[in-house]
């Protein structure tokens, strides 16, 4: 969104998360059509691994698309084949069909994998959302208002709302 949007949202989430995955697949594009899009609110999406190094690893697979432009998409894809490739045998295999299908450069992105370049990053953003409070997932920041869980979209929109009338 904006950087210049009254309201900032920050959520902290995990791709193991059936939760964060409802949120993903069904509250954030009404949050995208209905603010994201119109400036009047920044979404920022940050790493909260907090199932173990499966979540690390499919947080890597985001964050590696990510460095090709396409964050976006792969972390929509992951979301909404989280059944396929959370039951795969040949996970890896599966990951690069995925990142096939966006066009990704495939040495680049799996060079990105096996060197586990954004691992620092993803830490990062951990050690950022214990600093916020947050102990679970999905949890978001509203203008620094800590919620949790996968409330559905009007109370989003109604916490919105609130924010944008205290912005002016």
Request: hydrophobic share 35%.
């Amino acid at each position: 969104g904006s950087p210049d949007a009254p309201v900032t949202i920050i959520e902290y989430s995990e791709y193991l998360c059936p939760y964060c995955r409802l949120f993903a697949l069904d509250t954030l594009p009404r949050i995208e059509e209905e603010y994201i899009d119109t400036g009047k609110v920044k979404f920022i999406f940050r790493d909260f691994p907090v199932h173990g190094q499966g979540a690390v690893a499919m947080a890597m697979v985001a964050e590696c698309s990510g460095d090709q432009g396409q964050f976006w998409e792969m972390h929509k894809l992951l979301f909404e084949r989280a059944e396929e490739w959370s039951a795969s045998e040949e996970l890896l295999t599966t990951l690069q069909g995925y990142a096939d299908e966006l066009g990704l450069d495939q040495e680049t992105f799996t060079t990105c994998l096996e060197e586990g370049t954004p691992f620092e990053g993803i830490k990062e953003d951990y050690n950022l959302g214990v600093q916020d409070g947050v102990t679970g997932t999905p949890s978001f920041l509203i203008n620094g208002t800590l919620t949790v869980g996968a409330l559905p979209f009007e109370e989003f929109q109604r916490v919105i709302e609130e924010k944008l009338a205290e912005s002016g």
